[in-house]
């Protein structure tokens, strides 16, 4: 008899044949086999060495960006393409809804067919103490808003990248659908849903964000 369990909810599954098991992993997922007994492993595929490739890809060039940011929050936008964007923000009212998003807008809509994901490099200083999530939203041209979060927050400090998955984008608002990656017209990169105290500073670098393609050599 043969055992799978799930790490993330804890739930056991007993296998008939634990020779033969179907996986759906999403990002970061992992799944265990627990058995009374066990064959030798042996890799798959002959004798072609295992490995991956990766290759990555600017995002298309854009005009400057601009911000998008709620009606409690103060900021100015400096930089360039080369050394990222830096969005510093004031909070006008505490214990309220904000946001702030850095907008990297096509000026025709992009196919990312074979693209599996973005890397975004941020920048956060010292002593900043917003414990937000760096959020991504991709629009589609049809006005569809797909959002993932990135796992990186405002309280790290220092240079960070960023990986995320566009199997991670779920419709956000009214949108509804899968995300079409060959209708891509914006990303916007930033913080959202943020209850902060009147007065906090947020400063956020962003670099214009590369799409990645990853799979066997």
């Keep these: 008899m043969t055992e799978q369990w799930d790490p993330a909810t804890g739930l056991m599954t007993p296998l008939a044949d634990g020779t033969q098991a179907t996986l759906h992993l999403g990002p970061y997922g992992a799944m265990l086999f627990r058995a009374e007994t066990a064959d030798e492993p042996k890799r798959l595929g002959g004798d072609k060495p295992a490995g991956l490739s990766f290759h990555s890809e600017p995002f298309p060039p854009t005009p400057a960006p601009s911000v998008g940011q709620g009606q409690h929050v103060r900021s100015t936008l400096t930089g360039d393409n080369a050394t990222g964007w830096c969005a510093a923000a004031t909070?006008?009212?505490?214990?309220?809804d904000t946001h702030l998003f850095i907008s990297f807008t096509c000026e025709q809509p992009v196919a990312w067919g074979e693209c599996?994901?973005?890397?975004?490099?941020?920048?956060?200083?010292?002593?900043?103490?917003?414990p937000a999530e760096l959020l991504v939203f991709i629009r589609t041209k049809d006005g569809g808003d797909y959002l993932a979060g990135t796992g990186r927050y405002l309280n790290e400090p220092g240079a960070g990248r960023a990986y995320v998955m566009f199997s991670q984008f779920k419709p956000f608002g009214q949108t509804t659908g899968a995300l079409d990656l060959s209708q891509v017209t914006s990303l916007r990169v930033g913080w959202g849903g943020y209850f902060g105290a009147e007065g906090e500073k947020i400063t956020l670098t962003v670099n214009p964000p590369t799409r990645f393609i990853c799979g066997p050599e």
């Design 116 to 130: 599996v994901g973005l890397m975004i490099d941020t920048s956060v200083p010292e002593g900043q103490r917003t």
């Design 91 to 96: 909070l006008t009212k505490g214990q309220v």
